[in-house]
């Protein structure tokens, strides 16, 4: 959710997927609204038919830019972050500015990160990336491009990561194994774990930031 440009983005786990807006009509009522895809040009088209009744949303706009399974996505700061599990890539969408660029790749990077799946992301301005098979780690992609694991699920060969999330205070770290260590559903668990985390310093009066 974009409060500012009062969009919500959404991604597309398909192969050819798309990554899409909705413009709702009367903010935040989501009810009514305009479904747009983001093109090969970095614009914005709109869905002719949202509904999909009779042609796939991602198959309406022939310029609509293609992704390989998006996944998880994170708003922050005017930027919008999203994985893409088909490829191993973490995308950024600068709303500011129209500009998209790519992140992280784990066919370039060489460092731990792989399956990517969900994300969330701190005040510090750190993603925490969960894997859907790799090694079933939450691992941190700084700012500045580093990768580091956070943790790791241990004996829940069958199952993923998920659901990553940072309380509003930023002191705890909620997370999943969707399928446990029995890899059934019914064997899902929730973790908690608890900071510090880094967190972005406070502003100083008197000074721009």
Request: net charge positive; aromatic share 10%; hydrophobic share 35%.
């Amino acid at each position: 959710m974009d409060p500012v440009r009062r969009v919500i983005y959404l991604t597309e786990d398909e192969p050819d997927g798309c990554f899409y807006r909705f413009r709702p009509a009367r903010w935040p009522d989501l009810a009514v609204g305009r479904l747009e895809v983001l093109t090969t040009g970095s614009s914005w088209a709109v869905v002719p038919d949202p509904s999909g009744a009779t042609v796939r949303t991602r198959r309406q706009v022939a310029s609509a830019r293609r992704f390989a399974g998006g996944e998880g996505c994170w708003y922050a700061d005017g930027s919008v972050w999203f994985t893409t599990k088909g490829d191993g890539r973490v995308w950024r969408w600068d709303a500011r500015h129209g500009q998209l660029s790519l992140t992280y790749d784990d066919a370039v990077a060489a460092a731990p990160l792989t399956g990517l799946d969900a994300v969330t992301g701190s005040s510090a301005g750190e993603l925490f990336v969960a894997e859907d098979g790799g090694d079933l780690q939450i691992c941190v992609l700084s700012p500045h491009g580093r990768v580091a694991p956070f943790l790791q699920l241990v004996g829940h060969a069958g199952s993923e990561v998920t659901g990553p999330a940072l309380t509003p205070n930023g002191r705890r770290l909620l997370f999943s194994s969707q399928r446990g260590t029995t890899g059934a559903s019914s064997g899902g668990m929730t973790f908690e774990v608890r900071g510090p985390f880094r967190r972005r310093p406070p502003s100083v009066p008197g000074r721009r930031r």
